[in-house]
């Protein structure tokens, strides 16, 4: 059984560029080929951003659907393509990001449910997710592993384009030798008459993706503490970082912003707190406040002394083995004044996120105790842009 351990003696794997070097966290160093077609689907989807090809088609029904497109996440696409029935044509360019799609009516962007043809990456995750919920990895069988890249075969999911599941399929995964991500899925029926094919290039190559700006959605907040002009500035700046321009108005003293793109609750709800990184000195038992783990009931702590107020120097989201995010932190004057406690604590705004143990170093800290990836970024976010004041999410509606 193949392990990559060739691959688990670097840091990390430097793919390089006419754009420069772009870094690819490194996988697993125990994976097995059994293991590989798992993370190099999941891993993919969980880089900062990629390029893709994209291209279906069903002869019989002269319907073809081609183009290309880029995907930022946590939930951005741009495409642009071509889409044809018979001798019905149409130029696709299409926007998206959550669950709507921008389309282009009376000279402004419409927000609209996603099309089908918005749902590309979707449509891929449908096309492989039944072999990969198959145990164990029986879903796929290797095919060859010729260094620079490995390919699997498995039996696709091709329900969009033949729902009366009529047709035998063949498929292949095409993963890169180096980082283990997926690089093609390419998949066909047996008689040629259906063809999927989506292939990925220029990972983590962009920040972000140009979508017109139309006031589609609005957010109200309400101010709460400190300095309202500032906390107004680090918000617009906290949405750019998630990929949403936005525009702020101040109405019967609330701040109202208006949106192209929805924002999940969650999200909205986090980007507008201080995001003040404290570590505690926590003890079993004793006089001060009790504060508990995050999501855990039990884990009752007493807060003994707040010990330091680190400088966040950088942030990283990333995923852990079982592709569960987690957050990275480099700090500074973190070391706490004290250790004589039973435990260390890191918390930001209020809420505790770990316990150490009091001989942990903390210039680095790992935060593993997020639920979704959505969070995990927005925590992210306020960390690397802390103000001094608070703003109470209200409500998210639509505009249009």
Same mark, same amino acid.
């Not at 000195?281 to 009931?297: A, K, M, V, W, Y």
């Given at each position: 059984?193949?392990?990559?351990?060739?691959?688990?003696?670097?840091?990390?794997?430097?793919?390089?560029?006419?754009?420069?070097?772009?870094?690819?966290?490194?996988?697993?160093?125990?994976?097995?080929?059994?293991?590989?077609?798992?993370?190099?689907? +999941? &891993?993919?989807?969980?880089?900062?951003?990629?390029?893709?090809?994209?291209?279906?088609?069903?002869?019989?029904?002269?319907?073809?659907?081609?183009?290309?497109?880029?995907?930022?996440?946590?939930?951005?696409?741009?495409?642009?393509?071509?889409?044809?029935?018979?001798?019905?044509?149409?130029?696709?360019? @299409?926007? #998206?990001?959550?669950?709507?799609?921008?389309?282009?009516?009376?000279?402004?962007?419409?927000?609209?449910? !996603?099309?089908?043809? #918005?749902?590309?990456?979707? *449509?891929?995750?449908?096309?492989?997710?039944?072999?990969?919920?198959?145990? !164990?990895?029986?879903?796929?069988?290797?095919?060859?592993?010729?260094?620079?890249?490995?390919?699997?075969?498995?039996?696709?999911?091709?329900?969009?384009?033949?729902?009366?599941?009529?047709? !035998?399929?063949?498929?292949?995964?095409?993963?890169?030798?180096?980082?283990? @991500?997926?690089?093609?899925?390419?998949?066909?029926?047996?008689?040629?008459?259906?063809?999927?094919?989506?292939?990925?290039?220029?990972?983590?190559?962009?920040?972000?993706?140009?979508?017109?700006?139309?006031?589609?959605?609005?957010?109200?907040?309400?101010?709460?503490?400190?300095?309202?002009?500032?906390? !107004?500035?680090?918000?617009?700046?906290?949405?750019?970082?998630?990929?949403?321009?936005?525009?702020?108005?101040?109405?019967?003293?609330?701040? *109202?912003?208006?949106?192209?793109?929805?924002?999940?609750?969650?999200?909205?709800?986090?980007?507008? +707190?201080?995001?003040?990184?404290?570590?505690?000195?926590?003890?079993?038992?004793?006089?001060?406040?009790?504060?508990?783990?995050? &999501? +855990?009931?039990?884990?009752?702590?007493?807060?003994?002394?707040?010990?330091?107020?680190?400088?966040?120097?950088?942030?990283?989201?990333?995923?852990?083995?079982?592709?569960?995010?987690?957050?990275?932190?480099?700090?500074?004057?973190?070391?706490?004044?004290?250790?004589?406690?039973?435990?260390?604590?890191?918390?930001?705004?209020?809420?505790?996120?770990?316990?150490?143990?009091?001989?942990?170093?903390?210039?680095?800290?790992?935060?593993?105790?997020?639920?979704?990836?959505?969070?995990?970024?927005?925590?992210?976010?306020?960390?690397?842009?802390?103000?001094?004041?608070?703003?109470?999410?209200?409500?998210?509606?639509?505009?249009?």
């Amino acid at each position: 059984m193949r392990r990559f351990l060739d691959i688990a003696l670097f840091s990390g794997v430097i793919l390089t560029a006419g754009l420069g070097c772009v870094q690819v966290v490194r996988p697993p160093s125990d994976l097995t080929y059994e293991d590989v077609p798992q993370y190099a689907w +999941e &891993g993919l989807k969980q880089q900062g951003s990629f390029g893709f090809d994209y291209y279906v088609s069903r002869s019989s029904m002269q319907f073809e659907v081609q183009g290309s497109g880029s995907v930022v996440l946590p939930d951005a696409l741009r495409f642009r393509g071509t889409w044809r029935m018979g001798e019905e044509e149409r130029v696709l360019n @299409l926007a #998206a990001a959550g669950d709507y799609q921008l389309e282009r009516q009376d000279n402004q962007w419409v927000p609209h449910p !996603k099309s089908e043809e #918005a749902k590309i990456l979707e *449509q891929a995750d449908r096309v492989i997710r039944k072999a990969l919920l198959r145990r !164990k990895g029986r879903g796929f069988e290797l095919v060859a592993d010729e260094g620079k890249i490995i390919t699997y075969s498995f039996q696709p999911n091709l329900f969009y384009l033949d729902p009366g599941f009529e047709k !035998k399929y063949t498929a292949e995964l095409v993963v890169d030798g180096r980082t283990l @991500l997926a690089r093609e899925i390419n998949a066909r029926s047996e008689d040629d008459d259906i063809q999927f094919k989506f292939s990925v290039s220029a990972i983590n190559r962009r920040k972000r993706i140009r979508i017109p700006f139309s006031e589609n959605f609005k957010l109200t907040y309400s101010p709460q503490a400190g300095r309202f002009g500032k906390a !107004k500035s680090v918000l617009g700046k906290r949405l750019r970082d998630v990929g949403r321009k936005s525009r702020m108005r101040t109405r019967d003293g609330n701040l *109202q912003v208006t949106l192209t793109f929805p924002v999940y609750k969650q999200m909205a709800q986090i980007l507008a +707190e201080p995001g003040q990184l404290v570590i505690l000195g926590l003890n079993l038992d004793g006089p001060g406040p009790q504060i508990n783990t995050r &999501g +855990e009931i039990s884990d009752i702590f007493h807060i003994a002394d707040t010990l330091a107020l680190p400088v966040v120097r950088s942030v990283e989201v990333g995923f852990d083995s079982l592709s569960r995010p987690m957050l990275e932190l480099t700090l500074a004057k973190a070391d706490p004044r004290s250790r004589d406690f039973d435990y260390l604590g890191v918390a930001v705004d209020g809420v505790l996120y770990e316990v150490l143990t009091v001989d942990n170093p903390t210039d680095i800290l790992r935060i593993a105790n997020v639920t979704t990836y959505e969070e995990a970024l927005a925590l992210s976010i306020k960390l690397r842009r802390p103000f001094n004041g608070e703003l109470r999410f209200m409500d998210q509606e639509r505009l249009r």
